[in-house]
């Protein structure tokens, strides 16, 4: 990986090197939604002994990107489609 962004061909070399009938976990927040580097594909074992493969962000400062783009909170479910709120009717200078 010669890029400091992880390429899909990147992250398809290194997860063909792993249990393709495991899922892949990224652990994130969804309550303070950033965007990250993926840096690293580790595959461990969970306590049921399942395999599972796990996807890490870098540890260097450029690691995080940003704020998530809100229409991939959305998606992912972890905000909900927010609109402006309904206008209310202006009061008249009198007070009615």
Same mark, same amino acid.
């Given at each position: 990986? /010669?890029?400091?962004?992880?390429? %899909?061909?990147?992250?398809?070399?290194?997860?063909?090197? @792993?249990? &393709?009938?495991? *899922? !892949? @976990?990224?652990?994130?927040?969804? =309550? =303070? $939604?950033?965007?990250?580097?993926?840096?690293?594909? %580790?595959?461990?074992?969970?306590? /049921? #002994?399942? /395999? %599972? !493969?796990?996807?890490? +962000?870098? &540890?260097? +400062?450029? /690691?995080?990107? #940003?704020?998530? *783009? $809100? +229409?991939?909170?959305?998606?992912?479910?972890?905000? +909900?489609?927010?609109?402006?709120?309904? &206008? &209310? *009717?202006?009061?008249?200078? #009198? #007070?009615?």
């Amino acid at each position: 990986m /010669t890029s400091p962004e992880m390429t %899909v061909d990147d992250l398809i070399d290194l997860l063909s090197r @792993c249990d &393709r009938d495991a *899922p !892949v @976990c990224q652990a994130m927040n969804p =309550f =303070f $939604p950033m965007s990250h580097r993926l840096a690293q594909v %580790v595959q461990s074992v969970d306590e /049921t #002994g399942q /395999t %599972v !493969v796990y996807l890490a +962000e870098g &540890r260097d +400062e450029n /690691t995080q990107l #940003g704020h998530l *783009p $809100p +229409e991939v909170a959305i998606a992912l479910a972890w905000q +909900e489609p927010v609109q402006a709120p309904p &206008r &209310r *009717p202006r009061r008249s200078a #009198g #007070g009615k």
